[in-house]
């Protein structure tokens, strides 16, 4: 990034697309329930902001932690314009059937991707973006608590109150309880 | 401490398996939850993780996307072309602006172009009429030449001033009628309408 706000470069642009766009694009995919349409919209709309002004990024700090904080106040301030849950269809989680003898085959696995989904959906924004950012991201708890402006200890205990509301709702899809 | 604990829970489910765990630790772990909540969390993280990674490569960005934003940046690199390269770099802050159109206002203000021009100029205009009015004198000195008429009076002995006459006689012509001369006692009587006799005034006459 520090080359391409110096050179502005499309090599420098390619490079911070190659290795940034994807990910962005999921975590807001997740982040929006699923709305790719409106994610890669979002996606577009970052990378033509970095275009416009490369300044916007303080080179002083962590990029990844920039673009990430960039695309969560996107999807916050999406939600709170719109107001608009769930792309995917509010099923209940009851309408799974699970088997665990078929648990790691391609069709179970998908049933548990959507289930997930969906119980992602029914948790609130700051619980949702954290959960993924850390499941999905890998971000350690302090990027974390950069991207979502709150302590570390905030991060922590959000993500032990998902995990606790998570692994209940999909119970049923872990093999240790049948 | 609630909170210290389950904070440190979490990081064990991350990263430890139940068995993995001290007796201490499991001990911990037993006075918030059962072991196969313990399991199922941890077993939850790496599923979702697993499906995470797996539907993450269904979902990739437009190529549509990035070959917009590539004629974009084109598009500003041509149009930033005219900029010298030493002032890309140069960012002006909405302050500073704002501090220069204000001085450029004062400056302007106090030069006396004020607002309502016309007005001014309609003011210059009555001024200049009544400069038409006055009438400029201007004084020429002429030196003026006094004309004395100078009489010498040049005193001569008597001697010199004699002067040579000449007479001459000159004949007048007779008159065809000669009047009759008058008596003389006749003229003296003649003279004035005095009612006085010529006898008492005669003793007014000298030299007769």
């Known amino acids: ?16 697309y190659s290795r940034y766009s994807q990910r ?64 995917i269809e509010m099923v209940s989680l009851q309408e799974f059937s699970f088997s665990p003898e078929n648990l790691h085959d391609k069709i179970q696995e998908k049933q548990f991707r959507r289930a997930l989904g969906i119980a992602l959906s029914e948790l609130s924004y700051v619980h949702r973006t954290t959960f993924i950012l850390r499941y999905q991201e890998q971000s350690s708890i302090k990027e974390i608590s950069a991207v979502m402006e709150c302590s570390e200890g905030t991060v922590k205990s959000r993500t032990f109150n998902c995990l606790k509301i998570l692994a209940v709702k999909l119970a049923d899809f872990n093999p240790q309880n049948v | 401490m609630k909170m210290k604990l389950e904070e440190q829970i979490l990081d064990w489910i ?20 059962t072991e196969e909540s313990y399991s199922a969390r941890r077993s939850f993280i790496q599923n979702a993780a697993h499906a995470f990674e797996t539907e993450k490569a269904f979902i990739t960005p437009n190529l549509e996307t990035q070959h917009k934003l590539k004629l974009q940046l084109r598009a500003k690199n041509s149009s930033g072309k005219m900029v010298p390269f030493y002032l890309r770099s140069v960012s002006i802050k909405f302050y500073q602006v704002a501090a220069v159109v204000l001085f450029f206002c004062m400056v302007w203000w106090n030069s006396g172009e004020t ?12 001024y200049q009429t009544k400069v038409d009015t006055v009438f400029l004198e ?39 009628e000669q009047k009759e001369i008058p008596n003389l006692t006749d003229l003296e009587q003649e003279i004035g309408n005095s009612p006085f006799s010529n006898d008492e005034l005669n003793q007014f006459r000298r030299g007769i």
């Not at chain 1, 300044?55 to 904080?69: A, C, Q, S, V, Y």
Request: with cysteine.
């Open chain 2, 138 to 176: 201007t004084k020429i000195e002429v030196p003026v030449v006094q004309i004395k008429e100078v009489i010498k009076y040049k005193e001569l002995p008597v001697a010199e001033s004699t002067f040579d006459v000449q007479y001459t006689s000159v004949e007048l012509p007779m008159p065809q």
């Open chain 1, 24 to 87: 962005i694009l999921y975590f807001m995919y997740r982040v929006l329930n699923g709305n790719e349409e409106l994610a890669q919209d979002l996606l577009h709309d970052i990378f033509e902001r970095i275009i416009k002004r490369p300044e916007l990024f303080d080179t002083n700090k962590n990029f990844k932690t920039w673009i990430f904080t960039v695309a969560s106040n996107e999807c916050k301030g999406l939600f709170r314009k719109e107001k608009k849950e769930a792309d």
């Open chain 2, 115 to 126: 607002i309502a021009p016309e007005v001014i100029a309609k003011e210059k205009i009555v």
């Open chain 1, 1 to 16: 990034m520090k080359r391409f706000q110096s050179e502005r470069n499309e090599s420098a642009f390619n490079e911070i």
């Open chain 2, 14 to 33: 991350e990263t430890k398996d139940f068995d993995a765990l001290t007796a201490a630790e499991q001990e911990m772990v037993l006075s918030t939850m």
